[in-house]
């Protein structure tokens, strides 16, 4: 332990540059041909004859002494000042990979002009590289080779907002140091690969804004550490695959946008999801009731799941979800009564079933209706009805109608006549500029002030 420990360091850089000696020749020539062919900011060999010894590098470039004791370029960071900027003939330079010792290498928005495309070295070597991110390049185009392969100590890959196309390789799947893989926001098609799964380090995962079709795989439940999975805006058809249930550390799981089926059969697996915080799954054509499976989830924090023709009634579990801040359930075919449990939720700040087919009495309090303020939206459910009590009198920030009271005249509209709301509404500016509101034979609307300033 006592000689690992002072190894372990100097590896590390922490014992100072200037006690090791010079970067290689080769290494430095190297370094410098990247340069001039990625960056016109400088004369870099006349700028820094020496870019790795202390006190005459650049921001964007870092150095460490490697085992052999000598400096060696470790990092590369371009594309945004105080970084060299990119100049506009810059290509992607294949060249980084012949820096033996490179571990981490950053482009933020650097290829922006001459169409450039990636290339990989053929050959599986010891490559040290652990992380290559490329994201915003709008010039970067082309495919991501199968290469991709022979960097096997990558640990993290952004390929995110580039104009990457074809497939994502199969090769990919044997990269399995793999922490944080990131392709989202370009336009890669087929299929995610059926061995992905095989990246059974990986903790982040998104590749979202793409075209990907096909099937989720199931293989995906072999990523034990996932934490964060976004697969929204692809073509995904199917349904959730059942291994999803072995994923106890996901967090966010991101769906929206795709056309996927529904859930696993059964959907009892779900509950394993203990970790999950977030559930965005919007605009699905899912076609069935909401698994009630979901309101067992004790960190939920999100549920959005809005525009996916989902029917029948919102299950009373959903009542459980403690920790709920925001519940999005509209633009489907949800019929049947309100959960009352949905107002005892604590911390939930934005409630939105509006466009549905629900029925019945609003089972919320004026607290909670007022709490909520213009966060709560229950709009576009004609059969909803809020209660004639009192309680009620304060509340206006919503536009759901008064319920029809059994004493009341089918031939007037009582409420108009009610002293509190009348008041509240002659005092609205929106009254007096002349726009009318409705009448109903048995019950009128009790109408938000920024919904009529809408109109
Ligand atoms: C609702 O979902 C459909 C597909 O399921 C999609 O075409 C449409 O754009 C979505 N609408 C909204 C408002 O997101
Ligand atoms: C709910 O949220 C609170 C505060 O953010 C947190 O302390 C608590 O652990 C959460 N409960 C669960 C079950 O995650
Ligand atoms: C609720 O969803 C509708 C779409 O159906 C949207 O127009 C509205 O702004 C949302 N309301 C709130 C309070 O978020």
């Known amino acids: 332990m006592l000689l690992v420990v002072p190894l372990f360091l100097a590896f590390l850089g922490f014992i100072t540059p200037g006690a090791s000696s010079s970067i290689d020749q080769s290494e430095r020539d190297t370094l410098f041909s990247v340069m001039y062919s990625m960056s016109s900011d400088k004369d870099w ?65 650097c290829f922006k002009w001459k169409k450039t495309a990636l290339s990989f070295p053929p050959h599986s070597q010891n490559f040290a590289l652990q992380q290559l991110s490329l994201r915003a390049n709008p010039a970067l185009f082309g495919t991501i080779p199968p290469q991709v392969s022979s960097l096997r100590s990558l640990q993290v890959l952004t390929l995110s907002q580039n104009r990457l196309y074809g497939k994502i390789p199969e090769s990919i799947s044997s990269l399995t140091s793999m922490i944080h893989l990131d392709l989202s926001y370009n336009s890669l098609t087929g299929r995610i690969p059926a061995q992905m799964g095989s990246l059974s380090s990986l903790v982040h995962l998104d590749l979202s804004y793409n075209s990907l079709f096909g099937t989720i795989p199931p293989s995906i439940g072999q990523m034990g550490m996932l934490q964060k999975l976004d697969l929204s805006s692809n073509s995904l058809i199917g349904s959730i695959p059942q291994s999803i249930e072995s994923l106890k550390w996901l967090t966010f799981l991101a769906l929206s946008n795709n056309r996927l089926s529904g859930y696993p059969h059964p959907a009892s697996g779900l509950t394993n999801l203990q970790s999950l915080q977030y559930l965005i799954m919007e605009s699905n054509p899912i076609y069935a009731p909401l698994p009630p499976e979901l309101g067992t989830l004790p960190k939920l924090q999100e549920l959005r799941l809005a525009n996916s023709s989902y029917s029948g009634a919102i299950p009373e579990s959903f009542s459980g979800l403690k920790n709920l801040t925001t519940l999005s359930l509209e633009n489907n075919r949800l019929s049947g009564a309100i959960p009352p449990g949905l107002g005892r939720l604590g911390s939930i700040y934005h409630l939105n079933l509006s466009r549905n087919m629900l029925d019945g009495v609003v089972p919320f309090s004026s607290v909670f209706i007022m709490r909520l303020g213009r966060n709560l939206d229950l709009s576009g459910n004609p059969k909803l009805c809020l209660s004639e009590s009192d309680s009620f009198k304060g509340v206006e920030d919503i536009s759901v109608p008064i319920c029809a009271s059994a004493t009341s005249s089918s031939s007037s509209s009582p409420l108009m006549q009610r002293q509190p709301l009348q008041s509240s509404l002659s005092s609205s500016s929106s009254l007096e500029s002349g726009v009318p509101y409705w009448q109903f034979s048995s019950m009128t609307f009790i109408v938000l002030h920024h919904f009529l300033r809408l109109l």
């Open 45 to 109: 060999r006349a700028y820094s004859p020496d870019p790795c010894d202390e006190g005459s590098s650049w921001p964007g470039l870092e150095c460490k002494p490697g085992p052999d004791d000598h400096l060696h370029v470790t990092k590369l960071v371009f594309g945004t000042p105080p970084n060299p900027t990119c100049s506009r003939s810059s290509s992607f330079p294949a060249e980084i990979f012949q820096l033996p010792f490179l571990q981490s290498v950053h482009f933020l928005n």
